[in-house]
């Protein structure tokens, strides 16, 4: 059975800094695309980064700059370092993890397996 768990979220004041892990388990995700996506209150959980299986990154124009996808290969994990953290970006935060081939990586269909969330608030 295929395992997604996060942590690392918390309170932090605008600013700040967190990084927030997301470990697999249940099979290997090193050739397969793993992202992040957030989902803020009365609002459509969104794309926030991912990572393919070569290394290439890709962001939300809203926190490009900001956040670092990287993994974690031998330790099946993917982390999301955020820095200069906005009120904005108060979110539960989703790890998310693609089984199929493809290129796909931006919408929720493009994902197979998710995590329970973290919650991540910036105070102002």
């Known amino acids: 059975q295929v395992q997604l768990v996060e942590s690392g979220g918390g309170l932090v004041q605008a600013g700040g800094s967190l990084r927030l892990s997301c470990a697999a388990s249940?099979?290997?995700?090193?050739?397969?695309?793993m992202g992040w996506f957030r989902q803020a209150p009365g609002k459509e959980r969104e794309f926030v980064a991912a990572?393919?299986?070569?290394?290439?990154?890709y962001y939300a124009d809203s926190v490009k700059g900001r956040f670092t996808i990287s993994r974690d290969n031998a330790k099946n994990t993917v982390y999301l370092q955020m820095n200069s953290l906005k009120p904005e970006d108060t979110a539960v935060y989703y790890c998310?993890?693609?089984?199929?081939?493809?290129?796909?990586?931006?919408?929720?269909?493009?994902?197979?397996?998710w995590g329970q969330g973290t919650q991540v608030t910036v105070s102002s």
């Open positions: 990572s393919r299986s070569g290394f290439q990154t």
């Open positions: 249940g099979r290997t995700f090193s050739s397969n695309t």
């Open positions: 998310a993890a693609r089984s199929r081939a493809g290129t796909y990586y931006l919408r929720i269909p493009d994902y197979d397996y």
